[in-house]
């Protein structure tokens, strides 16, 4: 079984500035996908980025980047240049590769607070 | 597309009754599933469909029944609530072909309290 642990419950930063969320994973699978959600408080799950095992080059989408260790299983989201609507919950989620990987685990959350 | 849609939003239940949460997709996805989401934590699988007419349980099925007649559909019925069940449910589905079979589409969710 798969495990996803965010150690950090709650962040905050200040507007413009940037910001690392972290998150490590326990499995044995070599092929797998990881996965940044965001959770606004209006509830819908918004995928932010995405990562497969297999590519040791670390995704970017506009001012969201990742650090994937494979070898160390961690796989922390950056938020650069952070606007007041990153304010969310961030949640780490793992799903293993193929059809039967379907099943997304998530971590725990962290609650970020960009402040003015 | 209206994507992934669930209804009621919200509801309140009695312990004991029962009701259904339902959830429709219009992206053809073969892949269907429910979570939950309690305070303080993530989201975790209760039961999933891989197609019609195929249904498998997840890492917290127990008081939850799920059917899939048709493609579009995947009703989560509750059958005697509970106040453990309080929760927010989340429906998803995916492709399983394709060049996006990695990327799930989450639905509004469903807040449910049962007093």
């Known amino acids: 079984a798969q495990t996803v642990t965010q150690s950090q419950p709650e962040m905050s930063v200040q507007e413009a500035e940037t910001v690392t969320l972290s998150c490590t994973y326990d499995?044995?699978?070599?092929?797998?996908?990881l996965f940044w959600y965001k959770q606004p408080p209006s509830r819908q799950m918004i995928l932010v980025i995405r990562?497969?095992?297999?590519?040791?080059q670390n995704a970017t989408e506009n001012r969201f980047s990742v650090n994937f260790q494979k070898a160390a299983k961690s796989f922390s989201l950056k938020i650069s240049d952070s606007q007041l609507g990153d304010t969310a919950m961030y949640f780490c989620a793992f799903m293993k590769e193929g059809n039967a990987g379907n099943m997304l685990t998530f971590g725990g959350g962290t609650r970020l607070m960009v402040k003015p | 597309n209206a994507g992934v849609t669930q209804t009621p939003k919200f509801q309140v239940l009695k312990t004991g009754q029962s009701m259904t949460l339902q959830c429709a997709q219009d992206m053809n996805h073969e892949y269907m599933s429910w979570y939950r989401q309690d305070p303080g934590m993530g989201l975790r699988l209760i039961h999933y469909?891989?197609?019609?007419?195929?249904?498998d349980q997840g890492e917290v099925p127990n008081g939850y029944n799920v059917s899939r007649s048709t493609t579009e559909d995947f009703p989560l019925r509750l059958l005697s609530a509970a106040p453990s069940q309080t929760s927010v449910y989340f429906c998803?589905?995916?492709?399983?072909?394709?060049?996006?079979?990695?990327?799930?589409?989450f639905g509004p969710g469903t807040r449910l309290t049962v007093l």
């Open positions: 469909s891989v197609g019609a007419g195929i249904t």
């Open positions: 998803a589905s995916k492709t399983v072909s394709g060049a996006s079979t990695d990327t799930q589409y």
């Open positions: 499995t044995s699978e070599n092929n797998y996908y």
């Open positions: 990562q497969e095992a297999y590519k040791q």
